[in-house]
């Protein structure tokens, strides 16, 4: 049995951002968009006179899922670190905020 702690173990291994990163949430929100006009393209209407001919809600949605992939596996291969230490600025805490200048009063 090891007496290692689980901050032993994650002692060496960088931060990562996780769902924290951007990339996650714009590949899950166009994947969300993607699956709603998939939906649409194969159960709702289909009205090829106003798209001349093509089924544009299955196209795009089938797009978005594509790019919404790309987004989660980009976020997947290069993940974010965050520095372990970060300095804090060196902006004076005492120092009093800048104040605006309020215009004349006549």
């Known amino acids: 049995m090891s007496d290692t702690t689980a901050?032993?173990?994650?002692?060496?291994?960088?931060?990562?951002?996780?769902?924290?990163?951007i990339r996650n949430i714009i590949?899950?929100?166009?994947g969300i968009y993607?699956?709603?006009?998939?939906?649409?393209?194969?159960l709702g209407e289909h009205e090829p006179e106003k798209t001349g001919?093509?089924?544009a809600n299955l196209?795009?949605?089938?797009?978005?899922?594509v790019?919404?992939?790309?987004?989660?596996?980009?976020?997947?291969?290069?993940?974010i670190v965050v520095p372990e230490n970060v300095e804090a600025p060196d902006d004076?805490?005492?120092?009093?905020?800048?104040?605006r200048k309020r215009p004349p009063v006549h």
């Open 7 to 21: 901050a032993d173990d994650t002692a060496g291994k960088p931060h990562k951002a996780g769902l924290f990163d």
């Open 67 to 79: 790019v919404g992939a790309f987004f989660a596996t980009w976020a997947r291969l290069k993940p």
């Open 59 to 65: 196209w795009t949605g089938l797009a978005l899922l």
């Open 34 to 42: 993607g699956v709603i006009l998939v939906l649409a393209g194969l």
């Open 53 to 55: 001919g093509i089924n």
């Open 92 to 99: 004076d805490p005492t120092r009093p905020a800048p104040q």
């Open 27 to 30: 590949g899950a929100l166009m």
